[in-house]
């Protein structure tokens, strides 16, 4: 999970040039958690077999259309800034869309919405670790057949152009890995932050590169230990806490540690 979500902030991070970006902020995570909790509003206390999966492929969609919306406002505006502000926009509206979804819920579904919003990784079983597992080997699939387009588009999109790749090509490829890993994620283990943001800065302060063939699996690495560092902290209580909040506790200091040194390094150049 942790690793699926750092290599979507990466992702995220590249597309937009922005290293604030990340499946969160973008609005991806919230339009994940729409779908999923469309679904777990629609299917209630069910054990069915295909829960788990019906759930994923809503969250999944959910991610998409976040995406999609992403995508569509990058065409329209180069602005940098107008993105990044459209993405937490999009964040706030899906979230005040599913804070509606509450009010329409039993006790028992609102129980479990709840439940998921907190993250954690303790609901996870073998089916949804696989589920989760599958999609994280495709979207790492697709970012590595990626990876030398994400190089380019770092430079923007005139840049890219004039090289001749396809900037479509380049965002399609991004937006579907990364609606692929951070929705089933976000399906099982709720909406997870702050990952997405510092695994990438980690991955290229220890590569010391901005490629992507180096900073992908760095990524993962950094990515996993965060996720699974927040866990074990999470659980040294006599009652658990959310991972989402050991999370939180753990990637803020670590990412304004990281942007105040940036901009000392700036400062001296």
């Excluded at 690793?3 to 991806?28: E, F, T």
Aim: glycine content about 12%; charged content about 10%; aromatic content about 8%.
């Amino acid at each position: 999970a942790g690793g699926g979500l750092a290599a979507s902030g990466a992702h995220m991070q590249a597309v937009a040039r922005n290293p604030l970006a990340d499946p969160h902020i973008m609005g991806v995570s919230g339009g994940a958690g729409l779908g999923a909790a469309i679904a777990t509003m629609a299917l209630g206390t069910s054990a069915a077999f295909f829960t788990g999966f019906t759930v994923a492929v809503a969250a999944f969609l959910g991610a998409f259309v976040a995406a999609a919306l992403v995508v569509a406002v990058s065409a329209r505006f180069r602005s940098v800034t107008t993105l990044l502000v459209f993405g937490v926009m999009l964040g706030f509206i899906f979230s005040a869309l599913s804070s509606v979804l509450q009010y329409t819920a039993g006790e028992e579904s609102l129980k479990l919405f709840y439940s998921w919003m907190a993250g954690s990784f303790s609901g996870c079983r073998y089916f949804e670790v696989a589920l989760m597992a599958g999609a994280l080997v495709i979207g790492l699939i697709l970012a590595f057949c990626n990876g030398k387009g994400l190089d380019i588009i770092l430079f923007g999109e005139e840049y890219a152009t004039l090289s001749g790749a396809s900037t479509r090509r380049i965002l399609f490829l991004s937006m579907l890995s990364a609606c692929l890993m951070t929705g089933t994620v976000t399906a099982f283990c709720g909406p997870l932050g702050f990952v997405g943001i510092v695994a990438p800065h980690l991955a290229r302060r220890i590569t010391g590169s901005s490629a992507h063939r180096q900073v992908l699996p760095c990524s993962l690495a950094t990515g996993a230990s965060l996720a699974l560092a927040a866990d074990i902290l999470a659980n040294l209580w006599p009652i658990p806490l959310p991972t989402g909040s050991t999370l939180a506790l753990i990637g803020i200091p670590l990412i304004l540690t990281l942007l105040l040194r940036q901009k000392a390094s700036n400062v001296k150049h």
